[in-house]
Structures are given as C-alpha cells and as structure tokens.
C-alpha cells in the first residue's frame, strides 16, 4: 500500500530532551516536506526537500533540523524542544518537483508532540 | 507576507444543496490553487488544484479562480454528509525564501442530513 508513514504518532518529552520524528515513504517520492499545524495558525512549512541531500527551509525552520540521507525517508529532529513546539506535524510527499505539481501532496497520518 | 484568508466557519448545508467555499489571498505572485479536506483527527488530502482563472470541475466538486480580485472558491454540489470536514485553501509560490504552500486557517463545512 503506497503510504507515508509518521513515528511515533503521538509523543510526550520535556523541555531540551532531544527527538527524531521519523517519515518514510515507500512511493519513490522526490520530494518531501515537513509541515505543522496549529490552532488558529494553520498549515505551516518547516523544511522540504526536493531529493537526496538537497534540502531547505520552510516558513518556520527555527528549532527544527531535517536530514535527506536516503530518498524514502525524511526524519524531522528538535535538538532542544521547547513548549512552544507542542503541536502537531505532518510530513508529506510528492512524486513531482515542478513548481506547481509538487503541490500535490500526499500526507502522512500525523505526529501530535507535546513538550512539557 | 503571503496570507491566505477564509471563513473558519462553522458553514452549515443542508444535505443535497451546493456548499460554496471561498478563498482571498494576498500575494499576486501565487501561482496555483490547491484545496485540501481534512477530516477532524485525520490528515489533509488533496481535492483538486487550479491554476488558469475560471472553472475547473472535477465530478461533484468545481474550482474556480479570479486572479484579478486575487479569490478562489470551491463549489460542492449535491453535498453529502461525508462532505463535512475542514476545507483548506492553499496558494503556492516560487522564488525567495520558503518553496510550497502558505495555507488558510480552513473553513469547518457541516452538511446537515
């Protein structure tokens, strides 16, 4: 089944206890993105990549890094988490890279993180 | 600054009636038009995207884009009940800086059986 694939789904840690939030996809998708989502904000970029160690910043990419190592996965990584990074992300993938077309975006189920 | 507005909502329907969903946004530089449906606890998935200003249908669902008043609405015809989600508007973009999509806030659809 084509899918993209967030672990862990939901994830309670404290202040500056770094984590990974893994994503996969098994689409032979080149491009990925890393999104979050909150109340009265939106959808909000964080990084995307458009293949194999080519990566760059969203809207939001403070606080966040992201490594492109292998074309099927796209690991999301909060060195220091902080509260103000409780929220809930969403990595997505697209098979295409043109300027409109990689907008067709599919999703993974998402990853509700609270940072205490 | 890139902004996408829509109405939160709650829009109510009856079932069976067309839903009519709308959308400004701020930049004329946006390119293309995407709606995405997200049902409540799920993920967003893509609906259909417009590009050319006028209509763009694709079964019970129509795009349609005016560049000049910078405005995007989604039309539902025949609603159903299963139609009730949160329907994201979303403008992409090129050049400088972040490279995708700036999203609405959504606006929460209720078709009433």
């Known amino acids: 089944e084509a899918q993209v694939t967030q672990n862990p789904r939901y994830l309670i840690t404290v202040t500056g206890k770094k984590l990974t939030v893994t994503c996969s996809q098994n689409m032979n998708h080149e491009y990925m993105s890393w999104y979050r989502q909150d109340p009265g904000l939106g959808l909000r970029q964080i990084y995307y990549s458009m293949n194999v160690e080519v990566t760059d910043k969203g809207d939001v990419p403070e606080g966040y890094k992201v490594s492109r190592k292998e074309k099927r996965n796209f690991p999301l990584i909060l060195e220091s988490p902080s509260p103000n990074q409780t929220s809930l992300y969403f990595c997505?993938?697209?098979?295409?890279?043109?300027?409109?077309?990689?907008?067709?975006?599919?999703f993974g189920a998402g990853t509700r993180l609270s940072v205490l | 600054q890139k902004e996408v507005e829509q109405n939160s909502g709650p829009l109510s329907v009856p079932e069976g009636a067309i839903a009519s969903l709308n959308c400004t946004y701020s930049d004329r530089g946006s390119q293309s038009f995407f709606w995405y449906r997200q049902y409540s606890g799920k993920s967003p998935e893509l609906i259909m995207f417009i590009y050319s200003n006028g209509d763009k249908e694709d079964g019970r669902f129509t795009a349609q884009l005016n560049k000049a008043s910078q405005y995007v609405s989604l039309l539902i015809r025949d609603s159903q009940p299963s139609d009730s989600a949160t329907y994201l508007c979303?403008?992409?973009?090129?050049?400088?800086?972040?490279?995708?999509?700036?999203f609405g806030k959504g606006t929460h659809l209720i078709i009433q059986p």
């Open positions: 997505a993938s697209s098979p295409y890279t043109g300027v409109v077309a990689k907008n067709i975006q599919y």
């Open positions: 979303a403008a992409s973009y090129s050049g400088g800086g972040a490279d995708g999509l700036t």
